[in-house]
């Protein structure tokens, strides 16, 4: 393994974790994570606070939330209300991913999160958020003029965040990422709870459309495959899901898809002549990590 | 066989030199054994002669016809041979006074207690049998390693950080009280004597009333009774139901349970460190690093150099304990040594009397097997 491949990425920048009692550096390519262990002695909301208070926040343009703890029972609302109330100080504020933890940490379907509403409220300058787990996640309905990316990755997209989604309006998105996830772990909506967020939410700026880790896949790719609007976008991911023959038919016969640059069906369950027909159709396709399963024992990539 | 070196009163020459005679009672046709006749053929030196376990378990004195005075003896583990795990079961269900049981079906994890009788009181044996002799792991501190319940007690005696032992379980029962009393939501529960990660499950639940269990363990049931299957591929139990069962079968062949020690992370997983301690030196070291909370190798783990994903206060504090931890254990001269290094804190989870299995992983340019053969005395001596 190199270190290339240990390299986290976030926003355009390196993360890297921050070390309590040091001084974060301002350097442009770089964007800390905070976390702490399951058995820390203090709160995210204490170390948010010694984490801006020990640099120049004036100056942060992105942050990463990782394990605040424990984040089965407790929920983000405490550090995100810490960020909110300072962000008159933080006028670079652009990015935040909050739930940065691994499967060892907490389990992705048993992280606990919370209200977004006051965030998207108190940082109109704000152009990516990304969350990880949806269990507890309320997005309000919100109009908010600046967000260019949002991800939403879960074991399962609970159907009352697609109905917030598709009540809101994020005029200037250009990528957007849901994780539909399985019923077994919160997905509890279908492919029209999907289409409605979506169709809502496109913009004619958006270039990345990731609707991953899906349990529906086939159903996702058969309804994309429809869309005219797709012509627009650079990527389409619908990685991590359980797409078989039946999707990868639909975006084969689909006239719109034929110039994305990338269509990463990684995590697939394809027959080998449609995946040939696919590379051939589509030279930007990814088909990596082929999966082994009958139809009805098809599993997405992150779901327990 | 017995020629006698100029430097025989040296300690290096009574513990035997790389050119003594060498002998390793271990399993015909093992990885171990091949790794170590390519490190002596690497080195020039003439093979090792092996007395197979299931030999020495039918006739020990077959031993004895290997023994010269200046031999050297290592003892490797009785492995996948099947007729030897069913003399030592055997063995050790006459010690404990429990019936005979059928021989186990392939992969079962049970019985784990009963198969350490027999394998402790085979090294007693050779314990004895061995006195005189130059043994490059002393078979009672073999035992004690194999005992992960005592060598953790061992190791935290002799003032090393180890993850807080918590207590020996029955059942599932008795791990929801030992949860409450404690105040935890998640631990390791370990079969006390399953080597690497068999019997290994990681627990934890939430405040919301979930449960889950990870393991390499599998739950087969429908037989006549529930079993417990080795698998190199680790899974996830939510069920309580399942849960209860896996815990159950892994107590009843005695176990323990301790604190869930964290990680640090390497990417989307996280890593901890297999340390190779030769003569009480750190030597050969590789993190391991995985996406599950077992990073064992032979699970889907993937190798990583340390020195890339630690920095130089962290490197000293793993050599520093590893060094200690083999300090421990002083009649030993290979263990491999799991830790966690985090922070200012080095854990030692686990030491394996067993743990030079580590093919291809290079120590200033030689192999585990290649470097051990050198250790304790100079190369400069050809094979007579």
């Given at each position: ?20 009692g ?9 964007v ?13 909301a ?25 984040a089965?029972s ?46 998207l409220?108190?940082f ?34 609970p ?20 994780w ?41 790719a058969q ?17 991590l ?9 639909a975006?084969l ?12 069906l ?13 590379r ?25 | ?31 171990r ?7 002596r ?35 490797e ?11 030592l079961?055997h ?17 079962e ?9 027999g ?24 035992a ?38 404690h ?15 068999a ?14 269990a ?33 815990i ?70 793993m ?5 200690r ?10 263990i ?31 192999d ?16 007579p």
């Open positions: 393994m190199t270190i290339s491949e240990q390299t986290e990425r976030f926003f355009g920048k390196t993360i890297e974790d921050f070390e309590p040091t001084t974060p550096s301002n350097a442009p390519g770089t800390y994570r905070l976390s702490l262990d399951y058995d820390a002695d203090t709160s995210m204490a170390l948010l606070a010694d984490f801006l208070d020990s640099g120049d926040a004036s100056l942060l343009e992105a942050l990463v939330i990782g394990s605040w703890g424990e089965a407790d929920g983000p609302e405490e550090f995100l209300a810490e960020l909110a109330t300072r962000a008159p100080r933080l006028p670079a504020f652009k990015a935040l991913f909050v739930g940065d933890m691994t499967y060892e940490e907490c389990e992705i379907s048993w992280i606990t999160q919370g209200d977004y509403g006051p965030l409220a108190a109109p300058q704000l152009q990516a958020l990304r969350i990880r787990g949806a269990t507890s996640l309320v997005l309000p309905a919100a109009t908010h003029a600046g967000l260019r990316e949002l991800t939403i990755e879960c074991g399962g997209l159907r009352s965040v697609c109905e917030a989604l598709a009540q809101s309006s994020f005029p200037a998105l250009e990528t957007l990422e849901l539909l996830g399985a019923d077994d772990y919160g997905f509890d909506g279908d492919i029209d709870d999907v289409r409605l967020a979506v169709d809502k939410l496109r913009t004619p700026g958006l270039r990345t459309l990731g609707l991953r880790d899906a349990q529906i896949a086939d159903e996702v309804w994309l495959a429809t869309q005219a609007w797709t012509a627009q976008l650079h990527t389409l991911d619908l990685s899901g359980t797409i078989g023959d039946a999707g990868a038919q975006l016969a689909s006239p719109h898809l034929r110039g994305l640059a990338r269509l990463d990684s995590h697939h369950y394809i027959s080998k002549p449609l995946q040939a027909q696919l051939a159709a589509i030279p930007g396709v990814v088909l990596d990590d082929e999966q082994d399963g009958d139809e009805d024992d098809r599993y997405v990539a992150v779901g327990e | 066989m017995t020629a006698t070196s100029p430097s025989a009163s040296s300690p290096a020459a009574r513990r035997g030199g790389p050119a003594s005679p060498f002998v390793v009672l271990g399993v015909a046709a093992s990885k054994l091949r790794g170590l006749q390519a490190a053929a690497a080195l020039g030196l003439p093979p090792a002669r092996l007395v197979p376990w299931r030999d020495w378990l039918a006739d020990p004195a077959c031993l004895d016809a290997a023994l010269a005075p200046d031999v050297r003896v290592k003892i583990p009785p492995g996948d041979d099947v007729e030897v795990h069913a003399r079961l063995a050790g269900a006459h010690l404990l006074d429990r019936p005979a049981r059928a021989p186990l079906q392939h992969g994890l049970c019985a784990t207690d009963v198969w350490f009788a394998f402790e009181q085979a090294l007693a044996r050779l314990a004895a049998q061995l006195a005189p002799f130059d043994v490059v792991n002393d078979p009672a501190e073999i004690l390693m194999t005992d992960k319940w005592r060598c953790q007690q061992h190791l935290a005696a002799h003032g090393l950080p180890t993850p807080t032992l918590l207590g020996r379980i029955g059942g599932f029962d008795e791990l929801e009280a030992l949860l409450r009393r105040r935890l939501e998640r631990v390791f529960v370990k079969a006390r004597h399953g080597s690497s990660a019997g290994v499950v990681a627990f934890r639940r939430n405040a919301r009333g979930d449960l889950q990870t393991t390499s363990a599998h739950l087969v049931e429908g037989l006549d009774t529930p079993r417990l299957f080795n698998d190199k591929r680790i899974r996830s139990y939510t069920a309580p139901r399942e849960i209860a069962r896996v159950d079968l892994v107590a009843a062949q005695d176990a323990y349970v301790e604190a869930w020690v964290p990680k640090p992370r390497c990417g989307a997983g996280h890593f901890d460190l297999r340390v190779l301690a030769l003569d009480g030196e750190p030597a050969h070291r590789v993190a391991r690093v995985g996406l599950r909370p077992m990073t064992n190798l032979h699970l889907d783990s993937r190798r990583a150099d340390p020195a890339a994903l630690l920095r130089a206060e962290e490197l000293a504090l050599e520093d304990a590893a060094r931890a083999a300090a421990a254990f002083p009649r030993s001269r290979v491999g040594f799991d830790l966690v290094v985090k922070g200012r804190r080095a854990h030692v989870l686990e030491a394996n009397a067993f743990g030079d299995l580590l093919p291809g992983l290079l120590w200033q340019g030689r585990a097997y290649v470097a051990q053969a050198g250790v304790a005395a100079p190369l400069a001596e050809p094979a």
